[in-house]
């Protein structure tokens, strides 16, 4: 049988056709069995406008996620992250003409640290000069992934502040291929290449002769914060193995999976920053801040703030000064006058009574002049500044305060902090 070339050709363009659809259809079906355990997450990203249904993506589950893709995202799932349209934010790396200037701007504009915070979820981090750079092409890595989400999501992050460093080292050793390095000295800490590093997944502990072992930096507490938090929260954890696989390309798959986690440990209700008891105090440059089982004394501003950070729902206080001084006392807009005979009695301290407050606003009245202690040195002049030697004693259980005025007698230094 004669064929033209153009029945020839034809031929040839459909069966190159129908080999690369039969590819194409193979390729989603091996994706579609390999990404059952991402199904249900895709289907939630669906459902909240973020992908397509399941089947519709699987033949992209395994490919590698930018730092574009992962912000876009983020700001469709999270609505929450969001600034005013005319707020201008330098975005170094996206300029305002970029088309991915307005979701890296809402997201990364949003941190609560900001605006310093911005740098915690850049693509490229010095922190020696605080210059940073932001890559929308960038192909993330797991590394990667965590320590952007730990800049955005603070509360999953892992409290540090009540551990030693030996416990800390204890705490990370289930990642074995995160490397712990050990460096007799601060100096020599300091010229490692992954020094102030925090996209580089390796720890730097200080171990100097006769001393505790540290962290090298707060960069380092960064990293194993963002390690041992997700982890707990189970959003990012290593294998049965122990292999955390850091520098391993993220895929879509696995990224969807990580935020449908992060939306459910906000309660299935979206992103919404729980702001931690410090950042719900405010702060004002005339105010003295005491926190419990501590005495402070010379306060010289007109009021004083005693924090609870353990949400106590009562604590004890005192005061000694050399002449008498009351006491205004506020708490959730309720305001209590303590007369100085009650508040002077170290070993029967008052009790106040915090009722979820996070702080209770204390002013210092004079009784000889019946006004607010402004400034002692201001108002009485330095000699009387050192003559009324006032002092708090605060807790958040009761305490015999005569044990603490001892201990600040014996340093002689201003103060005493248990």
Do not use: C
């Amino acid at each position: 049988m004669n064929h033209s070339k153009w029945h020839v050709l034809l031929i040839a363009v459909l069966s190159f056709s129908l080999f690369a659809t039969s590819t194409v259809s193979a390729a989603t079906t091996t994706n579609t069995k390999k990404y059952t355990w991402a199904k249900p997450a895709v289907e939630f990203m669906a459902s909240h406008d973020v992908m397509q249904n399941y089947e519709q993506e699987a033949d992209r589950l395994n490919q590698v996620v930018s730092k574009a893709e992962l912000t876009q995202m983020i700001h469709t799932l999270f609505k929450e992250f969001r600034v005013e349209q005319d707020k201008k934010i330098e975005i170094p790396g996206v300029p305002e003409g970029s088309t991915y200037y307005p979701i890296f701007r809402d997201v990364y504009g949003s941190i609560p640290s900001n605006p310093s915070g911005m740098i915690a979820a850049a693509d490229q981090i010095n922190y020696n000069d605080e210059t940073f750079t932001y890559q929308p092409s960038k192909r993330l890595s797991r590394w990667d992934l965590l320590i952007a989400l730990n800049a955005l999501f603070p509360d999953i992050r892992y409290s540090l502040d009540e551990m030693d460093t030996k416990e800390i080292i204890t705490k990370v050793k289930p990642f074995k291929d995160i490397p712990k390095r050990t460096f007799s000295s601060h100096e020599t800490y300091d010229k490692w290449k992954y020094a102030y590093q925090p996209l580089a997944p390796e720890l730097g502990i200080v171990q100097e002769k006769k001393q505790n072992a540290y962290l090298g930096s707060d960069l380092d507490g960064v990293k194993t914060n963002a390690l041992l938090g997700f982890f707990k929260a189970g959003i990012m954890k290593p294998d049965a193995k122990g292999k955390f696989y850091p520098n391993q390309k993220v895929t879509l798959a696995e990224t969807v999976v990580i935020l449908q986690r992060i939306y459910n440990f906000y309660g299935g209700k979206g992103y919404k920053h729980q702001p931690t008891i410090d950042e719900l105090i405010p702060r004002e440059l005339s105010r003295e801040y005491v926190y419990r089982d501590s005495s402070l004394g010379n306060l010289i501003s007109d009021n004083v703030a005693l924090i609870s950070m353990d949400n106590v729902s009562t604590a004890y206080l005192a005061i000694s000064a050399t002449e008498p001084v009351d006491l205004k006392v506020i708490v959730n807009g309720e305001s209590i006058t303590y007369p100085y005979e009650r508040l002077s009695v170290l070993d029967a301290p008052i009790m106040i009574a915090f009722d979820g407050a996070d702080y209770a606003e204390v002013y210092p009245i004079l009784r000889r002049t019946g006004k607010p202690i402004v400034d002692q040195g201001e108002i009485e002049g330095p000699q009387f500044f050192k003559k009324l030697d006032l002092f708090f004693y605060f807790s958040g259980q009761w305490t015999d305060f005569n044990v603490f005025n001892t201990l600040w007698e014996d340093e002689g230094d201003g103060g005493f902090e248990q």
